[in-house]
């Protein structure tokens, strides 16, 4: 499965961004498909998930102001960014999983300037 993520960009604090996370394959055919950031000198952590079916799930961290959400006809996953804090850049990266194996896409960089 390949993944293709795109929507990154520079934005001020308070606003808003959108994220897309293409598959090459239907997406209701993987067990789930995440989000994830990493910031300099930072773990890769879990933002957002969204299962198969359609069940989704969000860090704390990001709760009332994140959302996941997907078109299955078009196989793309997206991560509605409202009310940006600057603690929010990072490059953010989609990942799915079957039962064998993760795939990673490339990282897109979010920077939410304060």
């Known amino acids: 499965v390949q993944l293709q993520a795109s929507g990154g960009g520079l934005v001020q604090a308070g606003g808003s961004l959108r994220l897309s996370c293409a598959a090459s394959?239907?997406?209701?055919?993987?067990?789930?498909i995440d989000w994830y950031r990493q910031a300099p000198g930072n773990q890769r952590e879990l933002v957002a998930s969204?299962?198969?079916?359609?069940?989704?799930n969000l860090a704390d961290s990001v709760e009332g102001r994140f959302t996941i959400s997907r078109d299955i006809a078009k196989n793309i996953v997206y991560l509605q960014m409202n009310n940006l804090k600057p603690e929010d850049t990072a490059v953010y990266y989609c990942?799915?999983?079957?039962?064998?194996?993760?795939?990673w896409g490339q990282g897109t960089l979010v920077t939410v300037s304060s």
């Open positions: 969204i299962t198969s079916a359609g069940s989704t």
């Open positions: 394959k239907s997406i209701v055919s993987l067990v789930a």
């Open positions: 990942r799915a999983y079957d039962a064998y194996t993760n795939y």
